[in-house]
């Protein structure tokens, strides 16, 4: 759960600072375009990968 929370929050500190979205913004849209995957589950080092459609950034900053 922990990985999974700081994919999802580094995601959005991402959008917030790299491309100018609010982060209410952000976290909409994260949650109805973003895609999320389970990378490893096997050791106590869990990995969550969370990803943004490119479509969804601003034009000018693509």
């Known amino acids: 759960?922990?990985?999974f929370r700081s994919?999802?929050?580094?995601?959005?500190n991402w959008l917030v600072s790299d491309y100018g979205y609010e982060r209410w913004d952000a976290l909409q849209v994260v949650s109805q375009v973003g895609?999320?995957?389970?990378?490893n589950v096997v050791d106590p080092k869990f990995t969550v990968v969370?990803?943004?459609?490119?479509?969804?950034?601003?034009e000018i900053l693509r």
């Open 1 to 3: 759960m922990d990985a």
């Open 7 to 12: 994919a999802q929050v580094e995601l959005i």
């Open 35 to 39: 895609t999320t995957r389970v990378g």
């Open 50 to 58: 969370a990803k943004f459609p490119k479509q969804y950034l601003p």
